[in-house]
């Protein structure tokens, strides 16, 4: 099956600071969404972004399809960002998605 | 508009048990997939329902088993629960439309099994 990759498995921040989250993924996919995941285990919809580039406030993602990677920018970081950032893809059809290992994010104030 | 949602929150069983999860689907959502996380781990696909029947199935054995009801929600069922099964159990919701469909989460259910 498909292989979802995301680094840093860690990263630690101060409040204010930028970051880049990665997921590298091993064969073409027809979606790709990023979640944050809250201390209470809520998956959060961040971006559906199967290519392209998309912005939401201070976060913004980008997907090269035939690179097979995205990217999840943060930026000016507060301590309600930090959390567990997954990355998860979609091929064959059917919606199911195959989740990476996780960023775990904390800000620092 | 009312996003997924789960019950219940948290469940403590005996290994042994049997265990059913609930789940309803965002509003306009007509398909729900069941993923299991355990601790540390990224969800992992258990199945998921379409029109009432199961489409598509993950890497887990029978005592696992679910069911869709007309209006779309959905159950999971676990038989002879194993410790290995406490885990956060997530529902997911999409609009069927082909592939690529945007997943939708509920708040999940944590069961322990002791």
């Known amino acids: 099956g498909i292989q979802v990759e995301q680094s840093p498995p860690d990263l630690i921040l101060q409040e204010g600071a930028n970051s880049t989250l990665r997921c590298n993924f091993s064969?073409?996919?027809?979606?790709l969404q990023w979640f944050h995941q809250n201390p209470w285990g809520q998956l959060i919809n961040l971006f559906y972004?199967?290519?392209g580039t998309k912005q939401n406030g201070r976060l913004s993602a980008t997907t090269v399809a035939t690179e097979r990677y995205s990217l999840l920018y943060i930026s000016s970081s507060q301590t309600t960002d930090s959390g567990v950032y997954f990355c998860?893809?979609?091929?064959?059809?059917?919606?199911?998605?195959?989740f990476g290992k996780g960023t775990m994010l904390l800000v620092s104030p | 508009d009312a996003g997924v949602t789960q019950s219940p929150t948290h469940l403590i069983k005996t290994r042994g048990q049997q265990v059913t999860l609930r789940c309803s689907p965002k509003?306009?959502?007509?398909?729900v997939s069941w993923y299991q996380q355990a601790l540390g781990q990224g969800p992992q696909f258990i199945f998921q329902?379409?029109?009432?029947?199961?489409?598509q199935r993950g890497n887990f054995p029978d005592r696992f088993s679910g069911h869709q009801f007309p209006n779309y929600s959905s159950e999971l069922n676990v038989n002879a629960l194993l410790l290995g099964d406490s885990a956060l159990y997530l529902c997911?919701?999409?609009?069927?439309?082909?592939?690529?469909?945007?997943?939708?989460f509920g708040p999940g259910t944590r069961l322990t099994v002791t």
């Open positions: 997911a919701s999409s609009y069927f439309r082909d592939h690529g469909d945007e997943q939708y």
């Open positions: 064969d073409s996919v027809n979606n």
């Open positions: 972004i199967p290519s």
């Open positions: 998860a893809v979609e091929q064959g059809g059917y919606s199911t998605l195959t």
């Open positions: 509003s306009g959502h007509d398909t």
């Open positions: 329902y379409y029109e009432e029947e199961e489409r």
